[in-house]
């Protein structure tokens, strides 16, 4: 059976438990990190050296790093759809990934989530909170013109690239902080809350998170 190491309130084991649920894998999810931990003893160490979750043991292999690891689950054990095996068809995909992690990930997991409820009110930096206010208004207009052409991020149909990018509106449109309004953002957000696994697995509440005063 398909194991995952990562407390449940992990954005990036978030994203790894909507595609096992998308997939209708059995899994077991062990409840290792934050107020946890677990993720700094040696056998945890041994699977991923630098302590941190979500980590996958399936059968014949053990792998961290959550793109890394949604790939392939994907390939494994998923479909053409979510990951075509055709590079010219799989590339949009993989593009449309790494956009996700490397742009709208640490703007908005650093500069407004960490600010809003992992900070508490005194000591909150308000410029870096404008500052990824701002970005996140340039980044979702983007995404927001991408679906309204295409109606899924990387094209017609949902892929990897939507659980990679779609994990995180659930707090992107929870957090209290103005937001741009893009119709089309909102719509295709409001897809995703009816789909079941990602409100079991995305849409999950991040109270045990916040500090005092946030």
């Not at 945890?44 to 941190?52: E, I, K, S, V, Y």
């Not at 980044?139 to 779609?166: K, N, P, S, V, Y």
């Not at 009816?194 to 500090?211: G, K, Q």
């Amino acid at each position: 059976m398909l194991r995952i190491h990562g407390r449940a309130t992990s954005s990036n084991v978030q994203a790894v438990m909507w595609l096992v649920g998308e997939l209708g894998l059995p899994n077991e999810r062990l409840d290792v990190g934050g107020a946890f931990g677990g993720n700094q003893t040696a056998e945890f160490l041994a699977m991923n050296p630098m302590g941190r979750v979500p980590v996958i043991e399936d059968e014949d292999v053990t792998l961290f790093e959550s793109q890394a690891i949604l790939r392939y689950l994907a390939a494994r054990h998923g479909s053409e759809v979510l990951w075509p095996s055709d590079p010219v068809v799989r590339a949009p995909v993989d593009q449309w990934m790494e956009w996700a992690k490397v742009n709208l990930y640490p703007s908005l997991t650093y500069k407004v989530f960490w600010q809003l409820v992992r900070t508490s009110a005194a000591e909150r930096d308000h410029d870096l909170l404008a500052e990824g206010a701002a970005e996140l208004d340039q980044l979702m207009t983007i995404a927001d013109a991408q679906i309204a052409r295409h109606g899924w991020l990387a094209g017609a149909e949902m892929t990897l690239a939507d659980i990679a990018f779609g994990t995180h509106l659930f707090r992107y449109f929870t957090v209290p902080f103005d937001r741009a309004d893009l119709p089309a953002l909102r719509a295709y957000y409001d897809r995703l809350c009816a789909r079941p696994a990602y409100a079991e697995h995305a849409m999950v509440s991040f109270e045990a998170l916040r500090v005092p005063g946030a």
